[in-house]
């Protein structure tokens, strides 16, 4: 079975602060993990994604993140907060690399200047 | 190129009423999706269409819910009828083949009251 889940439904940092979202995994299989972001009014985009390649995965906005097998673990991180970054952040896992999506109930980022 | 697109952005309807979404998924996407966020938990998904036809329908709740692809073009859901715990966010994406990257809408904000 799969399932995510993401510690912190609120997270609220300062401008220029390190931003670090939580996001625990469990797969029956080898995991795909998926970072989306959804601004306010907007659809879900993705961030970034792990597909079994590079353990550190660099995605837009300065985001990445890192896969910890040991840790079952794909945190999320920023060096440096903007007040853009100001959105929900899902972390999603997979099986095989389809859209099938098991989400994680979400993080709220507030970012205060 | 214009993305998915989901009509109405917010519905509001009575306990009992039928109410229909819409998705139009980017042009020339065979895969498209639908998933529901209840009460601010997580995304869960609902089903998952091939063109016309229906590959993975292990997510839609009950019999209330009907979706259609005909044609293979733009979907729809239909609730009928609603009870108050069909409220939620319904989102939809579409992804041009299984393994790639699905694009989401804004989703559709269902209130049933």
């Known amino acids: 079975a799969q399932s995510v889940t993401q510690l912190g439904s609120h997270v609220s940092v300062s401008e220029g602060a390190l931003v670090l979202l939580r996001c625990n995994y469990s797969?029956?299989?080898?995991?795909?993990l998926f970072w989306y972001v959804q601004y306010p009014n907007q659809g879900l985009q993705l961030l970034l994604k792990?597909?079994?390649?590079?353990?550190l995965v660099k995605g837009i906005n300065g985001f990445e993140a890192e896969f910890k097998k040991s840790e079952t673990s794909f945190h999320l991180t920023k060096p440096s907060a903007h007040m853009s970054d100001a959105a929900e952040y899902f972390c999603?896992?997979?099986?095989?690399?389809?859209?099938?999506?098991?989400f994680g109930s979400g993080t709220k980022l507030n970012v205060k200047p | 190129e214009a993305g998915v697109t989901q009509f109405p952005s917010h519905s509001v309807i009575e306990k009992g009423q039928t109410v229909t979404l819409r998705c139009d998924p980017i042009?020339?996407?065979?895969?498209l999706y639908w998933y529901r966020r209840v009460m601010g938990k997580e995304i869960k998904f609902l089903l998952h269409?091939?063109?016309?036809?229906?590959?993975?329908e292990s997510g839609m709740p009950n019999n209330r819910f009907l979706a259609e692809r005909t044609g293979g073009t733009y979907s729809t859901l239909k609730v009928q009828p609603a009870e108050l715990e069909d409220s939620g966010v319904y989102f939809c994406?579409?992804?041009?083949?299984?393994?790639?990257?699905?694009?989401f809408g804004q989703g559709t904000r269902l209130t049933v009251v």
């Open positions: 994406a579409s992804s041009q083949d299984l393994d790639a990257e699905a694009f």
């Open positions: 797969s029956s299989v080898p995991p795909y």
């Open positions: 792990y597909t079994s390649a590079a353990t």
């Open positions: 999603a896992v997979t099986l095989y690399n389809f859209n099938k999506f098991y």
């Open positions: 042009s020339g996407h065979d895969n």
């Open positions: 269409f091939v063109k016309e036809s229906k590959q993975d």
